[in-house]
């Protein structure tokens, strides 16, 4: 072998030997130093709970630290982008519901990041079902009857969101375009403010995170007439599913997804998979996570990806055929 020859022979081993650590070498001692966690929306919201649960949980497993950092805006897009665009080391997570990894993409025309492409994704940690939630005011008390209602009432009912492009504001675009129903949207600034107008009979109807409805619901004080996830509710097994209400595929839940950056090690991944799944059987977290309004999920990254893809392709399309648009 030439002296050039065996020159370019070692830089390309070289350059091998610097990228087949990642998935070897680190992960043997993962982690040596603090991991952050990033949550894309405001302190004392569900996804800053769960975000703080599962920092809890992997800091318990490990000898370093596991500190949660909130980089609200944008509809999760900017905690998400810092997430997207760290070191792919298993340093740097996010714990996010759907909006920056399955919606945004097909909201905004620019978008900071891919999420087809930009995470590895690690599992999912709780869901919450969106509940059809009415005033008690109102004369319906199912699905069917709000619907007739509806029909012979083109424009007159009016229906509160968390805000223009919300999981609350597609749910309730889906129902319209699956019934060709004319409602009035009225978009609010989180679901309490939305809460506080169904409440007082304000607005008719909302979609709405189950965990912020629960207790209204068990008062008296809302009625809720169908969950939209694939089972009916622990919290309200009384109360059917859309789907069994006649609505083939009306499925809208609030998961919470722990996602690292792209590239990140398959076996990092899957350590921080397994901690996360174990923790999620313990009989103390799925009774603290019960307590929020939400249920343990869990799954291997596998699952977790299979789903993601579906819930992307699911709103993509609820935004197309609705004409969704965000400022």
């Not at 091998?16 to 929306?41: H, M, S």
């Not at 603290?288 to 869990?298: F, M, N, T, Y």
């Not at 990806?305 to 399309?317: D, G, L, N, P, S």
Request: aromatic letters at 8%; hydrophobic letters at 45%; a neutral charge.
């Amino acid at each position: 072998m030439t002296l050039r020859r065996f020159a370019v022979s070692l830089a390309v081993l070289i350059g091998l030997a610097g990228t087949a650590p990642l998935t070897q070498a680190w992960a043997a001692d993962y982690p040596t130093r603090a991991v952050k966690i990033i949550c894309p929306f405001p302190a004392g919201g569900t996804a800053d709970i769960l975000a703080r649960l599962v920092a809890q949980q992997l800091q318990e497993a490990w000898t370093h630290p596991v500190v949660v950092e909130n980089r609200a805006g944008a509809a999760g897009n900017i905690g998400a982008e810092m997430v997207a665009k760290a070191e792919p080391d298993g340093y740097t997570l996010l714990v996010s519901p759907p909006p920056p990894l399955a919606v945004n993409m097909s909201l905004y025309k620019t978008m900071p990041f891919d999420a087809r492409t930009a995470f590895s994704y690690i599992g999912i940690v709780a869901q919450s079902p969106s509940v059809f939630a009415v005033s008690p005011k109102t004369p319906y008390k199912s699905v069917s009857e709000f619907v007739a209602f509806a029909k012979a009432n083109p424009g007159k009912v009016n229906y509160a969101t968390q805000g223009n492009g919300t999981t609350s504001h597609l749910t309730a675009a889906m129902l319209a375009t699956q019934r060709d129903l004319q409602m009035t949207h009225i978009p609010y600034r989180g679901s309490a403010p939305a809460l506080t107008d169904l409440l007082a009979g304000q607005v008719d109807i909302m979609f709405d995170n189950l965990g912020s409805s629960l207790g209204h619901i068990k008062a008296g004080s809302l009625r809720a007439l169908a969950v939209a996830g694939t089972s009916r509710a622990e919290g309200l097994p009384e109360v059917p599913t859309m789907i069994e209400a006649g609505f083939p595929n009306f499925v809208s839940v609030a998961w919470f997804g722990v996602v690292a950056p792209a590239r990140t090690p398959n076996d990092v991944v899957a350590l921080i998979s397994g901690h996360l799944q174990r923790s999620l059987r313990k009989p103390e977290i799925r009774e603290r996570l019960a307590g929020i309004g939400v249920e343990p999920v869990g799954g291997t990254p596998q699952e977790m990806t299979k789903f993601v893809q579906e819930e992307m392709a699911r709103w993509a399309a609820v935004i197309q055929s609705a004409n969704v648009k965000v400022d």
